[in-house]
């Protein structure tokens, strides 16, 4: 095995021990994976609509409309009128989702401090550095 071929297998491995733990801890606040995804995206990109979510996500349109569905049944999101689209509707958070993204960020926070622990700041740059590379590698294949 060369060195590529190390490193892949090693960013492999680890975004399966990561996805692991994630999904272990969403399930125990009583969320699909799928779930958490959405509730990120919408965390991360305030006021965007399914289609934006299914565009960023790489889904179907139903798929990304069955996700929210489910979400806004649980009452963790809620669609507001577009004033910009009179088809399109935004999706928000509701108190409730709120208080959900708020127990994921906490998770996130706590992994972040043990995946980096004993990194120093200037190493955890170069990291970020480097995966953005890789990600921006990835774009052009």
Do not use: W
């Not at 208080?99 to 972040?112: E, I, N, P, S, V």
């Amino acid at each position: 095995m060369n060195d590529n071929q190390l490193l892949s297998r090693k960013l492999v491995i680890l975004g399966r021990q990561i996805r692991h733990k994630r999904n272990l801890f969403v399930g125990q606040i009583g969320l699909t994976s799928e779930q958490a995804d959405a509730l990120r995206f919408f965390a991360d990109y305030p006021h965007s609509t399914i289609t934006d979510f299914k565009s960023h996500q790489q889904i179907t349109h139903q798929t990304a409309r069955l996700i929210v569905k489910r979400l806004v049944e649980r009452k963790l999101l809620r669609l507001d009128a577009n004033p910009n689209d009179g088809r399109a509707k935004l999706v928000c958070f509701t108190a409730a989702g709120v208080a959900k993204r708020q127990q994921m960020d906490a998770h996130l926070k706590t992994t972040g401090q043990v995946l980096f622990g004993g990194f120093t700041m200037a190493e955890q740059q170069q990291l970020l550095a480097m995966l953005k590379r890789v990600d921006k590698n990835l774009e052009r294949d």
